[in-house]
């Protein structure tokens, strides 16, 4: 059968509602545009633990410790489930995160701010996450399977996570001014970046248009954008605070919410490591890799005296 075929009969089965599963002939760039995209997915994950991870020591109290303990735990695991995916592809793991330690990999934007109060983790949990959700949840019906499968999964959480943040966000909201004050500030601050996570804007997207065909996206960055903000506004008025953006306005032809521009200059400094916290980040990344170390080569260690182990006796002698 000839590449055009296989091309053909590959794209026929993603109009069809066909899982690509990792034995399936692909073309080259689909698995080369999956890898890029999870394994960006999964340092995400393994980055995003590190704004939170400050704060478990100095949470107010140990209900919100445990909570945020079982939160840092589970986007470990969102990580470890988006390598597995990104191995089913030919991907090498430990070559993505030297990616990433060299700073060659890229990762969600919004995890180079820094959290300077308890309130920042209620805005994580309510608006990074709920951003992330309208992202995610398009993702399990992904045309790649391992990856689909993996979200289902992850979007759970995800979910779990998006109401602890509301729910921290409405204790601050309703208590003392001084409490509130800083539900405000924290929403003034993670508000821009939250609208960035979802990328440039679709005419400047260098790879949406091949990946709505293929269907690893369903929706474009802009679609995604403005159902954030339809559903995040009523969120913040039940709330009693005040999206900062002046151009915010219901508009009644459309059936959506206006809003202000993204201050792009910014996106793409932070995206290119000049954010407030970009080599803090990579730096507390290294570190963590390099302290690990011993880790796995005991684990690398207990592995081949296992399989061994398994090896007749004559065997094991010659080895």
Known sequence: MTSLN???LFQSKIDEEIK???KDWMPDAYRKTL???ISQHAHSEIVGMLPEG???TRAPSLRRKLILLAKVQDEAGHGLYLYSAAETLGANRDDLVQQLLAGKAKYSSIFNYPTLNWADLGAIGWLVDGAAIMNQVMLTRTSYGPYARAMVRICKEESFHQRQGYEIMIAMANGSPEQKAMAQDSLNRWWWPSLMMFGPHDSESTHSDQAMKWKIKRKSNDELRQQFVDVTVPQ???LGLTIPDTKLRWNEA???YDFGEIDWEEFWSVVKGNGPCNKQRLKARIKAYEDGAWVREA???H?????QDKLPESSAKAA
């Open 236 to 238: 913040a008025e039940y």
């Open 299 to 301: 684990a690398v260690a």
């Open 303 to 307: 592995a081949a005296k296992k399989e």
């Open 20 to 22: 690509i599963e990792p």
């Open 6 to 8: 296989l091309e053909a």
């Open 254 to 256: 459309r059936g959506h």
């Open 35 to 37: 890898i890029r995209q």
């Open 54 to 56: 400050n704060w478990i």
